[in-house]
C-alpha cells in the first residue's frame, strides 16, 4: 500500500442518504508526511431549488452563512462531472484501490459518495483513515492533547475543512504520537507480551 493518503470532505444538503444531495466536493492527495501533491479540487454542485429548499434549518443556515447556497444555485456542474474531475485529479497522483481514503468523520462522506459517486468510490481503498477517532482517544487517553488542540475555522466549506484535517492530524502526530523511527523491537515486544495471547 502507497505511503499516501486521499483526502475528500463533501458539503450536503442534510445527512439523510435517502432524500439529501452532495453539493460540494474537494480532494486533496498528501504524501505521507502529510504533504499536500498538487493542487486539489474543490467543486460545487449544482442542485434544484427544491432540494436546497428541503435542507434541515440548521444546514440551511450553515450553508447560507458560507456561502455555498448561492454558489449552489450558480453552479453548472453535475455530480458526474464533478466526480471525473476528482478522479482526474486522483489519477495523477495515486493508483486505484492504492491509497487509504482520509477526513473527519469520513464514513458520513463516504456513504455519499458511494451512492452519488459510484466510480470514485470504487477507485478508493476499502480502508479509510478517520481524524475524528484520534480525537476521540485522545479525548480518553490524553486529555491534554485533546484540550490542547488548535482551534479550528469551522468554514464549512469542502477544500477548507479538508486542510484543517490534515492539520489537526499533524497536530495529533507531533503530539500523541511516538516519534520517528518508533519504539525499539524489545519495547514493541514488551508490549506485545503484555498484551498476552489473543
Same mark, same amino acid.
Not at 442518504?17 to 454542485?45: H, K, M, P, Q, Y
Not at 502526530?173 to 498476552?196: H, K, N, Q, Y
Given at each position: 500500500? #502507497? #505511503?499516501?493518503?486521499?483526502?475528500?470532505?463533501?458539503?450536503?444538503?442534510?445527512?439523510?442518504?435517502?432524500?439529501?444531495?452532495?453539493?460540494?466536493?474537494?480532494?486533496?492527495?498528501?504524501?505521507? #508526511?502529510?504533504?499536500?501533491?498538487?493542487? &486539489?479540487?474543490?467543486?460545487?454542485?449544482?442542485?434544484?431549488?427544491?432540494?436546497?429548499?428541503?435542507?434541515?434549518?440548521?444546514?440551511?443556515?450553515?450553508?447560507? @452563512?458560507?456561502?455555498?447556497?448561492?454558489?449552489?444555485?450558480? /453552479?453548472?456542474? !453535475?455530480?458526474?462531472?464533478?466526480?471525473?474531475?476528482?478522479?482526474?485529479?486522483? @489519477?495523477?497522483?495515486?493508483?486505484?484501490?492504492?491509497?487509504?481514503?482520509? &477526513?473527519?468523520?469520513?464514513?458520513?462522506?463516504? @456513504?455519499?459518495?458511494?451512492?452519488?459517486?459510484?466510480?470514485?468510490?470504487?477507485?478508493?481503498?476499502? @480502508?479509510? +483513515?478517520? +481524524?475524528?477517532?484520534?480525537?476521540?482517544?485522545?479525548?480518553?487517553?490524553?486529555?491534554?492533547?485533546?484540550?490542547?488542540?488548535?482551534?479550528?475555522?469551522?468554514?464549512?466549506?469542502?477544500?477548507?475543512?479538508?486542510?484543517?484535517?490534515?492539520?489537526?492530524?499533524?497536530?495529533?502526530?507531533? !503530539?500523541?504520537?511516538?516519534?520517528?523511527?518508533?519504539? /525499539?523491537?524489545?519495547?514493541?515486544?514488551?508490549?506485545?507480551?503484555?498484551?498476552?495471547?489473543?
Amino acid at each position: 500500500m #502507497d #505511503d499516501k493518503l486521499v483526502w475528500v470532505d463533501c458539503e450536503m444538503t442534510g445527512l439523510d442518504l435517502t432524500s439529501d444531495r452532495l453539493i460540494e466536493i474537494a480532494a486533496l492527495v498528501t504524501d505521507g #508526511d502529510l504533504n499536500i501533491l498538487g493542487e &486539489g479540487v474543490d467543486l460545487v454542485i449544482h442542485v434544484d431549488d427544491d432540494a436546497l429548499a428541503a435542507m434541515p434549518p440548521v444546514v440551511q443556515d450553515m450553508h447560507a @452563512r458560507s456561502g455555498l447556497t448561492e454558489e449552489v444555485r450558480r /453552479s453548472t456542474v !453535475t455530480v458526474r462531472e464533478a466526480e471525473e474531475a476528482v478522479l482526474a485529479y486522483l @489519477r495523477e497522483h495515486i493508483e486505484a484501490g492504492a491509497v487509504p481514503l482520509a &477526513g473527519n468523520s469520513i464514513a458520513t462522506d463516504r @456513504r455519499f459518495i458511494a451512492q452519488e459517486m459510484p466510480e470514485l468510490d470504487g477507485f478508493l481503498h476499502y @480502508r479509510m +483513515v478517520d +481524524v475524528s477517532s484520534i480525537k476521540e482517544l485522545c479525548r480518553r487517553w490524553y486529555p491534554r492533547i485533546y484540550f490542547g488542540q488548535p482551534d479550528k475555522g469551522l468554514a464549512h466549506r469542502a477544500l477548507a475543512d479538508i486542510r484543517e484535517s490534515i492539520r489537526e492530524l499533524k497536530y495529533y502526530r507531533g !503530539t500523541a504520537f511516538v516519534p520517528a523511527p518508533g519504539p /525499539s523491537t524489545d519495547e514493541i515486544s514488551a508490549v506485545v507480551t503484555e498484551l498476552g495471547p489473543a
